[in-house]
């Protein structure tokens, strides 16, 4: 029930572990709970040790701080997505990755819309390929079932699917479609079960096996996961 | 924000308020947190009064109890459903009114039946045809789409579904039929959101409007508002 | 457990489902979790399609930006509720239908009124006659009785009762009314159980049958409801 | 925000406080959570010092333990409640006190008269008359009014009223009544606010000034509060 | 389960109520849900009928809106409580009961006193006298003892606790008082039951019998509680 | 919001969707909400539809009533996991598939592992090599860091980690694997945050990409999305 | 973010991090998670490694194989607290430390007990005297006060206080004491709050600095804490 | 289960306590719940009795209103520490102790920073050395391991833990530690589990004993708990 920590790192140190193994999933910067200062001195720390950072939910002022920062100045140059709150910094000679994965990203309204582009933009920056499918919630099935289909076709590896209120949409996405989904519950609707409660609990209660699911409004997690296998698979067929 | 009993009463005393319309719903007796005694107590007093009585939530032997007590002795005779743990009782004499009302019981999986039982008793009761479409849950669509088609092309004027989990058949049961209906979430499932509050909670999210809601379990509740609308619409045909 | 697209599209493919039946219910629009120019997007494409799109939960600057948008350009004609935060747009040439239907809507207090005046908007545009009953909460019985006795008596079809606080109004209704009842949950109230919190558990707790339920401040659910039902008797009535 | 027991006890020591004002409530045992052993030693404690001892939450086989004690020894007499669970047991010579104190106890239905029988013992121990009133809920408004105007009538100085479910009636009797109401949500009910949470919560929300609340199924607390209202008018009166 | 308004009234038409008897509780008028439009209308209601009105939780905006309204038109004289967010406003002429009750106020700490004062209000419209004690949390009992020693010599009929945080201080008067308590927990604290929450369940899960518990902040519906014993004890002692 | 069957089988008829892609994620009954004989025949159903039948959450008794009615009578083979309390059971002749996937299972503590042997079943169902590392929580890092090693070193796709209480363990797991994790939260604990979720809510909050989550104890999902996962990958690896 | 095997394990390797530090807590073996199968195996392992084990929340039916596999055997010596649902053993030849620590053990009720002595008996097996005073709830101050003094007097190092219920004693204690308390709710309580849960939350919402909280019922933790406290400064003053 | 004043009062003053023994936590102001006014005159009367007051969850301008009231006028020096929201005031000739205990505050995050320094202010105050560790969360065990086994080497008796999200890191510190450790649960983190309540209950639910536990933010308890703790062991130490 206790490890000391010298034992510890008695024991770790007889390990053979060999050279690290990288995920690929760039450090994302959560800008909400911190200071401007705070944001741009760890997106400078990043940008110098790995050429690229990731920062969500920023504050509108802390948009233009950052550009001012990094980009009027040429130290980076961004790739800025309003609707998702985020931005991408790439060092100068910083070249985005292509790994030949393939994801998709759906959304059940259009209020879901800014997770799902939070997602799309990490799994962008882990070299993917990303397909979206916005506004196909179950309450129009004719919508969802043609395009989901051309997705499929198309040879997407996972799926992220995006939805507040009910949080029917992944369970229905999931139930129909032979790859991992992953739920994302948004914060959208109100009253008992608002702000994407009812969405996560109607998640985690799913009876189509193959849908993990992350936290409310955690774009940035559904969109690494959904990258990390889409670029294991594509390692796999190229290798 | 204060209306002494006096004050109250003389207003009320003033309506010319007329006949009472009847709404045609039986007493239902919650045997569980009741004593036997008290059960058969309130049971001979219905059926004095009324000629029927329906009994839901039976523990096993308060239903041998009522079986002796009511239909050896000729008092009464009874139509039990063991799978809704619910009867009926009536008076020798009774008959069963036909009002022409027509509803529909659904329910998304196998383990919702119990409450989906208890709900067509009480709409059997007040007199409407009841057509039931049992394990049609959203993971196997194609099991759902036809019968419903034929539930509502047979005129049926609400329907009542009931599911636990996620609770998502409700929603798109209300997002393909021109008809009320009413959500019933069960007990089923669980961990977080289980014991069907992820059901009902998702079923208040719903966007498709039309979709009502009743309490975890209360088959009692749904069958009877489905059955007074369907009474309503009968009585307007016929009217 | 799992049906994939094309069994699914397969099964689909073979029914005969012939024309569809509309419920009548319009499109609405919730404009709080969008942007003023995805509101102005759909608005645009509602009176396109359909000559009418409502919108509830307006910021007042959307309801200006949507007025100068259709109003001032003539592009739609707009009834607007103010106290209610919604709006109905009407193409020009379009008719707001008179189905016959009839309800009622209540509340308990005059802090639940714009909830009450969503429902109506959206009953009104469904077709529906609406007669409005505002005040009378449980606290002064005297001030209740009289007037839903002549709702009662004027014929409404369903009933739609909203309160907050205790939540203790839809069940007296309920209990006094051959009607279908609709309880809406409004989020007035504070500390535990505030927000329509307990008002919704008093509502789902209900012993009174007939009496089925929305989400907290849910006017458009409760209204559509109602209306549907009115018009389904309206329909048998004529029919 | 902190005091240091010997500042504490310096300060207290210099009050002249006089002699203690009793409050007449009898020490309750809460027996569920205590073995036998505990009980009987507590009880017997009790009995020694003030020739009373009440015990609540009784499990049957604690009963009968201790009217084998104590009872069938004639160390004392007991006043057994079975639907309360609840006995008080008085020590040979012991006479109940005779307050004039006047009460009334309440509940919405049958499953509510454990929790008002616990009440009516207490007040009864405390020298109180108590008249009930049960099942009376709000359902049937015609079973109140008029035994409610009959109590006040008599004179009752507090009301307890108790109920589960959708716990509306205490807050209909204390607009109705002009003595202060003691509500006691009961643990009735399943489902979303089941065991008494819907209960309480309306309670605590009520718009009627006048009603005080005290937890699920207490009771005890509920009666000792009526009775200590009761007899403080008895006493004034008396003079 | 069922009582449809004819029957109700049929029963009630013959019942012999009497005059009523008045709790002397005005009526409180909560603003901050309600327009300003609203609350003044409101308030010029209850002037004219009762000649008193009290409000509130006011904006401060609508304080000036009705000290606009009403004070600086010679309508009514206003007794304002800033601390409370409350005033009481008077018809010319009419004059605040004196009863003869009186009561005790008590805060644990002093973010507690707009509550308490908000209770001070509401009792001395109802005619009581009141005494205050505020600032002693059994984090200093030393600053408790003595004082509440005091009060309870001048004869309090009832005590109004306030209590944020761990609401711990209503349970410690009620063990040393003789009269009944009330507690109030305040919505002070923060983190896992914080905003009253923990106050209000350590409240109800007392061990002293003698409090009772109102909702978080509801100051109005103490001091309503407490006046009304107040008043009747005061009644019985002239009586 | 609202599509009519008819308009929605309409679209759905004129798609070309071509051959259904299985997931080869087999049904797997949950036994504990059903009755033994509905199990039985949907066991019976499947075996005659698949081949093979997985039952979780298996009462003992509806255990033996399985091995009676299929292996006794040489209508299946069971493959029994009493720790797991689950079973598959295979026809005649059914050849479990090997897909060449290969993942690993981890548990904090010893009592997780009934979930984890839950995951190992349907995963092994699907085809896939399973490696299990128990009783590694984070209380112990010693007894992770080079096991885990082992197990990433050896090629798994993806990784299923069950922990209850604090559920720190998955987070931990996915700060050190470049492959997806899937976090089990499972009910072992007690108090505040029992049952599994604060396991639940901390792997929802957790800091690491790569890590999504399923409901509480559902290893059959865990299980389901990992195997489908390295199924994958093994089809891209020999594809 | 993430930080692979390999390169933690490089950092690890180069620490000169020396001689563990023993906390000397020893292992405690919750069981009622475990079959008697696991904790059998676990306990011998710990007593063939460490010549003690603490197994906690025994099944009666568990103890009994314990004293059955150990104690009959020979293999171990027993110390049991059947009150606390616990045991200690010991291999021949372990001799219990003595560290001359010495804390304080209370509680509020009587209900309280079993954790208090699962506090003490983790707390003596970690060598430190431990003095106890039950049932000195703050209903009674007079009951706490002289010998909560006559403690500190003592000089115990830390208090551990267990409250079930409103848990009011541990602030007040904190409120008295200068030195460290550790709360422990209890899982004592009914209704709302019940279980422990308000008397965790009041602890947490302290107004008493110098009170930490462990969760409900972890009697375990609290004696381990004071225990470390104590023999820190018990080897502070040897030392 | 009632102890009247004077009873309480009578035993009290046959105490002979002595001298109180001062915890040495000075007074801290939460400022946040306070008006300016509250917040001024109560900073005065701490300097006037002790030459120090600790303000905490300072809003900017009660700071720029103490800074006015208290610096500018020379009443008092004072130690602002902006990051925490938080400020120490000494009255002139005030000396802060030097006690020679020695803490350690750890943070997981840059956002949690703030509740750590408010811990580091009040251990500062009174009289300990903070040694503060800063961005050590548990995905980056590479951060901790080495820095943390120097705070242990360098003699801290107690460690302060902060960490919002998922709450883990106080698990694993406490898993490496022979000192007792105080979790702080930081209002860092969204959706489900979010502002700090994953975090409380995961450090509830934690298997490291040793781990106590103060409320979410409540770095004021914390500080203050470890350095009573480590002013124990200096003073055991030197004597």
Known sequence: MFAPIGEAAHLVARLDIGRAARKGIPEVVLAD?????QVIAIVRALLASSGCALVSRLRPATLDHLTHEFVETGAAVADVRRQAHAM??????????????????????????????EARLVAE????????????????????????????????????????????????????????????????????????????????????PGLTVVNIDNGVGAGATAALIANQIAAARSG
């Open 33 to 37: 709970a911190k200071s401007d200062e």
């Open 88 to 117: 991408a910094l790439h060092a100068p000679g910083y070249v985005r990755p292509q790994t030949g994965g393939h994801i998709g990203v759906l959304t059940a309204g259009v209020s879901d819309i800014p997770v799902a582009e």
């Open 125 to 208: 920056e882990m070299g993917c390929h990303v397909a979206s499918l916005y506004d196909v919630g179950v309450a129009g099935l004719h919508r969802l079932l043609g395009p989901l289909q051309t997705l499929l076709t198309d040879g997407v590896a996972a799926l992220v699917v995006c939805a507040g209120m009910d949080g029917a949409l992944p369970s229905v996405v999931a139930g129909l479609s032979p790859v991992p989904v992953i739920g994302v519950p948004t914060s959208i609707g109100y009253g008992a079960g608002g702000k994407g409660h009812a969405a996560l609990l109607a998640m985690l209660q799913t009876c189509s």
